[in-house]
C-alpha cells in the first residue's frame, strides 16, 4: 500500500468489462475527509498532493487498453501479484486513453469533458502543461451543453464552462457562461459573482476557493437555499 499525505493507494484485482481479462490495477482506498481548509480551487476540484491519486481514479486493461473509471470494472478475488498488472504510463495519459476508450463506445460529450478536466488537474498536479487539456474539455463540455436531449444540471455545467473559459483566457465567452447560472445550479451566488469579477479583471489563474466557500460547498450541513443564485 502506498500512503501519501493520508491519501491510500493499494493494488487491487479487477475484470476488464470490454474482454473480461483479470488484471492488477491501483486503486485509492482511503482518502482523508474535507474541511474548510482543504484546498479547492473555483472549478470545484480537489487539489491532490499527488497525480497518482488522481490516475488511480481511472483503470487500463493491459489485454485490450480499455480505460475507463475503476469502478466500472468489477473486483476479482484474486491476489494482485498472481494477474497481470495494468501497463504503466504517465498518470495523466490514463485520462487521455480513457477519452479514447469513450469516444471509441459513444460515451456522451459531458463525459469525455469531465475525464478531460481531471486530465488537466492529474497534468498540473504533475507539474506539467495542462492548456491543451482544458481546450478539449471545454470543446466536449460546448457540446454537451449544445445537446437539446441532454436532461443534466446544464446551469451548474454553465458555471464549469464559465471556470474553463476563464482559465483559457476567453474572459468574455466566461462572463456569458456566469451569467447563464441560476438558483438550479445549487451552486452559492457569492462564488458565481466572484468568478465573474475574476474574468472582468483578465485574471486567469487558477483559484482556490476561501474557507466559507469551500464550508458552505462541501460540507451539507451548512448550504441553505438563501446562499444559491438569486433569481433574475
Same mark, same amino acid.
Given at each position: 500500500m502506498? *500512503?501519501i499525505?493520508e491519501?491510500?493507494?493499494?493494488?487491487?484485482s479487477?475484470v476488464c468489462?470490454?474482454c473480461?481479462?483479470?488484471?492488477?490495477?491501483?486503486g485509492l482506498v482511503t482518502?482523508?475527509? *474535507?474541511?474548510p481548509?482543504?484546498?479547492i #480551487?473555483?472549478?470545484?476540484h480537489?487539489?491532490l498532493?499527488?497525480?497518482a491519486?488522481?490516475?488511480?481514479l481511472?483503470a487500463m486493461?493491459?489485454a485490450?487498453? /480499455?480505460t475507463?473509471?475503476?469502478?466500472a470494472?468489477?473486483?476479482h478475488l484474486?491476489?494482485?501479484?498472481?494477474?497481470?498488472?495494468t501497463p504503466?504510463?504517465?498518470?495523466p495519459?490514463?485520462?487521455?486513453?480513457?477519452?479514447l476508450?469513450?469516444?471509441?463506445?459513444?460515451?456522451?460529450?459531458?463525459d469525455?469533458a469531465?475525464l478531460?478536466?481531471?486530465?488537466c488537474?492529474c497534468?498540473?498536479e504533475?507539474?506539467?502543461?495542462?492548456e491543451?487539456?482544458l #481546450?478539449?474539455a471545454?470543446g466536449?463540455?460546448?457540446?454537451a451543453?449544445?445537446?437539446?436531449?441532454?436532461?443534466?444540471?446544464?446551469? /451548474?455545467y454553465h /458555471?464549469v464552462?464559465g471556470?474553463?473559459?476563464?482559465q483559457?483566457?476567453d474572459?468574455k465567452?466566461?462572463?456569458?457562461?456566469?451569467?447563464?447560472v441560476?438558483? #438550479?445550479?445549487m451552486l452559492?451566488?457569492?462564488?458565481?459573482?466572484?468568478q465573474?469579477?475574476q474574468?472582468?479583471?483578465?485574471d486567469?489563474k487558477?483559484?482556490?476557493?476561501?474557507?466559507?466557500l469551500? #464550508?458552505?460547498?462541501?460540507?451539507?450541513?451548512m448550504?441553505?437555499?438563501?446562499?444559491l443564485?438569486?433569481e433574475e
Amino acid at each position: 500500500m502506498q *500512503v501519501i499525505k493520508e491519501f491510500s493507494i493499494q493494488p487491487t484485482s479487477v475484470v476488464c468489462p470490454a474482454c473480461n481479462s483479470i488484471f492488477a490495477t491501483p486503486g485509492l482506498v482511503t482518502m482523508p475527509n *474535507v474541511t474548510p481548509d482543504t484546498l479547492i #480551487e473555483a472549478d470545484l476540484h480537489r487539489v491532490l498532493p499527488d497525480a497518482a491519486i488522481r490516475a488511480a481514479l481511472v483503470a487500463m486493461c493491459p489485454a485490450c487498453s /480499455y480505460t475507463w473509471w475503476i469502478t466500472a470494472f468489477r473486483p476479482h478475488l484474486f491476489k494482485p501479484g498472481l494477474v497481470p498488472p495494468t501497463p504503466i504510463i504517465d498518470s495523466p495519459k490514463k485520462f487521455a486513453h480513457a477519452v479514447l476508450t469513450g469516444r471509441q463506445n459513444g460515451a456522451h460529450s459531458l463525459d469525455l469533458a469531465l475525464l478531460a478536466l481531471n486530465g488537466c488537474w492529474c497534468a498540473r498536479e504533475a507539474g506539467q502543461p495542462h492548456e491543451r487539456w482544458l #481546450e478539449l474539455a471545454g470543446g466536449e463540455l460546448e457540446k454537451a451543453l449544445r445537446d437539446v436531449q441532454w436532461n443534466g444540471n446544464r446551469s /451548474y455545467y454553465h /458555471y464549469v464552462m464559465g471556470e474553463v473559459c476563464r482559465q483559457s483566457g476567453d474572459f468574455k465567452g466566461a462572463v456569458n457562461q456566469f451569467n447563464l447560472v441560476g438558483p #438550479e445550479s445549487m451552486l452559492p451566488k457569492e462564488l458565481v459573482e466572484r468568478q465573474k469579477v475574476q474574468s472582468i479583471s483578465g485574471d486567469s489563474k487558477p483559484a482556490a476557493l476561501p474557507p466559507h466557500l469551500v #464550508e458552505l460547498l462541501f460540507c451539507p450541513k451548512m448550504k441553505s437555499q438563501e446562499s444559491l443564485v438569486a433569481e433574475e
